[in-house]
């Protein structure tokens, strides 16, 4: 069954007890802080994680910079891309490190191109999303909407025990997804910033 971002809008405000909204456009305000809410918390949401789903990786041609740093090589990001994983010398997760730091939507490394860059891309469409981001995002996005759309602080209690075990589950199939054993990562190998991300 295909999912929209109505739908996303409407288990958000389930979990608020809210009735649910015909459109993102409808002239009420559940809509207007949802549809104002939604694509910033979805854009959040996928960078925190390195989710399996969501990486996606690109060949990109490099330009000699001709400076003195060490890395004279650039490398424009794709379009899409929310943020790049650590690159490495073959462009696998378990690869050779290289050197490299981002500056805004570009990639400056000592590696000469092309360069394989690994990232987590930023999907729109709730049908590519797995179904524990999805409900990942249903309650970040209760959270965000709770207060103004209630103002009842037990609905931000509510919406936040619903993050906090859906981020869990999510996180746990994630680290299952990638290949690996099962533990309790450090929030930067969660977030894609060590070479054991698959």
């Known amino acids: 069954m295909a999912i929209t971002p109505l739908d996303i809008a ?10 649910p909204i015909d459109s993102l456009d409808q002239d009420v305000k559940a809509a207007r802080l949802l549809n104002l809410q ?3 918390t979805r854009e959040a949401e996928l ?25 004279n090589f650039v490398y ?18 378990d690869g050779a490190p290289i050197s490299w730091r981002q500056e805004a939507g570009l990639i400056y490394s000592d590696r000469s191109g092309p360069l394989t860059i690994r990232y987590i891309a930023n999907l ?14 249903v309650a970040a996005l209760a ?10 602080s037990g609905m931000i209690d509510i919406a936040r025990s619903a993050y906090d075990r859906a981020l869990e589950a999510a996180l746990n199939a994630n680290t299952i997804q990638r290949g690996g ?18």
Not at 76 to 85: G, I, M, Q, S, W
Not at 143 to 152: G, Q, S
Request: some cysteine; hydrophobic content about 40%.
């Open 10 to 19: 409407n288990m958000a405000l389930a979990v608020l007890d809210e009735a």
């Open 38 to 40: 939604l694509d910033l």
């Open 47 to 71: 960078a925190k994680c390195a989710w399996v789903f969501a990486i996606l990786r690109a060949t990109v041609a490099g330009a000699d910079t001709g400076g003195d740093c060490g890395l």
């Open 76 to 93: 424009e990001l794709p379009a899409d891309c929310l943020r790049p994983l650590p690159p490495t010398q073959n462009g696998e997760p």
């Open 124 to 137: 729109a469409d709730p049908n590519d999303w797995d179904a524990l981001f999805t409900e990942v995002l």
């Open 143 to 152: 959270i965000k909407v709770a207060h103004p759309l209630t103002h009842k």
């Open 181 to 198: 054993r099962l533990y309790t990562a450090s929030w930067s190998g969660q977030r894609g910033d060590t070479r054991g991300v698959r």
